[in-house]
């Protein structure tokens, strides 16, 4: 299996069997990277690599979903960024490109600390040389023309301050990451009755024989789901939103919506969920079983009907929950 994330012991090791230098070794990961890319639409196959100040490496490709509109599609540079935040990286410093960034990668870039100074190096042969970002934004707008100078950005520490409103135990339960979760929480009654009664309508095995099977409990993908949610980057519509996916062989992975001042250029939350999939080796996502995503009570930016339909092509098999949370400052 590839590996999407090398850390930096194997990273030094393997820039100094090289004989390259940091900037043209990690270019030189681009192609095998690019290989990796999914776009049955375009078949054009897009590979960027990041260096993280932690002195990992990154990896990034392009992913598109046949059947689905074209925006639900991940970008490379995209899925590196979700890829770092969901490893724990705190700042990029240098991205190597397989082809120029378009306008809604350049854009959604900006989101991270000092954008503007991220080394950027396009390997297609038409320039080799490496530019700062604000090169191909010269003239930017980002969260600088939005948000406090001190607002943690994309990549840096947060919570927002969740609070889980039909499972309030959830709040104080498990940390989960946003990677691939190992939890063992037992399922409560209630969500064993509610899972039993929608897979019934469906045929499909009820909870009881999923957890005898030893796969993970509908709450385990609630707390992930709400752990997501709680690391959510969405300081423009105040909206946060996570969800986790479990597979057929009861692995869990999740993902945070994150959001650009730009708005559209955003990575909804089941795309990053995605990432983690495919970066965990996982295969065809029909192989997706259950879905659950965690929204905000009365949020004007909502994603269940987007959800929905993504997963009615991509895994048209999976049960799907939806769960509802607040801000703790709204508590009463």
């Known amino acids: 299996m590839q590996e999407f994330v090398i850390n930096a012991a194997k990273a030094a090791k393997m820039r100094h069997a090289s004989g390259l230098g940091v900037e043209q070794f990690l270019a030189s990961l681009v192609k095998p990277t690019a290989d990796l890319a999914r776009p049955p639409i375009s078949r054009f196959h897009v590979g960027a690599v990041g260096l993280g100040v932690s002195g ?22 995209q899925f590196l960024v979700a890829n770092a935040l969901q490893h724990g990286e705190k700042q990029l410093v ?35 040389q490496v530019h700062p970002l ?71 095995p009820s909870l009881r024989s999923w957890l005898r099977e030893g796969k993970r409990s509908l709450l385990d993908l609630k707390i992930a789901a709400f752990t997501a949610a709680n690391a959510s980057y969405a300081p423009y519509s105040r909206c946060p939103s996570g969800i986790s996916i479990a597979t057929r062989k009861g692995e869990v992975y999740s993902g945070s919506y994150m959001e650009s001042a730009a708005y559209n250029p955003g990575l909804p939350a089941l795309q990053a969920a995605i990432v983690a999939f495919v970066c965990g080796g996982g295969g065809e996502y029909d192989e997706i079983e259950t879905a659950v995503l965690v929204e905000t009570k009365d949020a004007v930016v909502r994603h269940a009907a987007t959800v929905r339909l993504a997963l009615q092509s991509l895994a048209p098999q999976a049960s799907f929950h939806v769960s509802e949370a607040d801000f703790q400052q709204r508590k009463r």
């Open 134 to 204: 604000s090169y191909f934004l010269p003239h930017r707008f980002g969260p600088d023309d939005l948000l406090s100078k001190d607002f943690p950005l994309l990549l840096e520490p947060r919570s927002n301050g969740l609070i889980a409103i039909s499972n309030p135990d959830i709040s104080n339960g498990n940390d989960c990451s946003n990677l691939h979760v190992d939890l063992h929480v037992e399922a409560t009654e209630e969500d064993i009755e509610a899972d039993k009664k929608e897979r019934d309508l469906n045929k499909e």
């Open 94 to 128: 240098f991205i190597a490109v397989s082809a120029a960034p378009c306008g809604h990668c350049r854009q959604f870039l900006q989101e991270l600390r000092d954008a503007g100074n991220i080394r950027v190096l396009i390997t297609d042969g038409k320039d080799n």
């Open 56 to 77: 990992r490496i990154f990896r990034g490709v392009n992913l598109e979903f046949p059947k689905l509109p074209l925006n639900y599609s991940v970008h490379a540079e």
